[in-house]
């Protein structure tokens, strides 16, 4: 069973460049979320989608955009592309979008990341 | 404000020997827990969580971890470590109310020296 799977895996682009990140989750799964992690730094939640919806927005610039697809598949998009945003962009998948209580089923599983470097 | 906080940046231990990693949280209610391992390139794979019920959990790998609601804390551990556990460890905290927007702690980096 395929995992969460991420694309591309390492790209270059310089600033004010668009940059556009593809996810697809694992099959079933219907909520896609995206975090960025800086070099030496933990993951931080930029979206969460659930059924083509926006469940969730972390505190990230406008320039930050992401939609989820018919076939729960996502997109992130990153307008005007400035040097801090160079990261390891992570997706993760889950089968809803909210944790259930006491459940082990409903949780995150990441992608191995697509790694932007703006220069 | 919810907050993660792992007070260690970098830990050495010899093969074999015991390991503990600290993780304390700030957060409004009772929070769901986790332990994210990261290999170098990798994504996060998810160690063990914490709910409800039971504050000892067991994970995968030989892990473990305790929650203790007084210290605000859900330190992970594991009796013999081996070399194949050197990594960067990530605790996470999570709550029904906010989906899949995760807290996540700046991360442990674990040695392994033979």
């Known amino acids: 069973d395929a995992g969460v799977t991420q694309s591309p895996t390492h790209l270059i682009k310089t600033r004010g460049q668009h940059v556009t990140l593809r996810c697809s989750p694992i099959?079933?799964?219907?909520?896609v979320s995206w975090y960025q992690q800086v070099l030496g730094q933990g993951p931080q939640f930029i979206f969460q989608?659930?059924?083509?919806?926006?469940?969730g927005r972390g505190n990230f610039p406008d320039r930050f955009s992401a939609r989820q697809f018919p076939n729960y598949s996502s997109e992130l998009n990153v307008n005007a592309l400035l040097l801090g945003d160079s990261a390891l962009y992570l997706c993760?998948?889950?089968?809803?979008?909210?944790?259930?209580?006491?459940?082990?089923?409903?949780?995150?599983?990441f992608g191995a990341g697509s790694r932007l470097t703006v220069l | 404000a919810q907050s993660v906080t792992q007070p260690d940046i970098h830990i050495t231990v010899s093969e074999g020997a015991s390991l503990e990693l600290r993780c304390n949280y700030s957060y409004g209610a009772t929070p769901y827990l986790f332990w994210y391992v990261q290999s170098p390139g990798q994504g996060l794979q998810l160690l063990l969580k914490y709910f409800s019920g039971d504050t000892l959990v067991q994970g995968i790998k030989g892990f473990e971890a305790e929650f203790k609601r007084s210290q605000s804390s859900f330190n992970l551990r594991k009796p013999s470590v081996h070399w194949s556990d050197a990594a960067e460890y990530f605790c996470?905290?999570?709550?029904?109310?906010?989906?899949?927007?995760?807290?996540f702690g700046t991360g442990t980096s674990l040695t392994v020296i033979p």
């Open positions: 996470a905290v999570g709550h029904a109310n906010t989906g899949n927007q995760f807290y």
């Open positions: 993760a998948s889950s089968w809803d979008g909210q944790l259930l209580l006491s459940s082990g089923a409903n949780v995150l599983t």
């Open positions: 099959s079933g799964h219907k909520s």
């Open positions: 989608y659930y059924e083509k919806e926006e469940r």
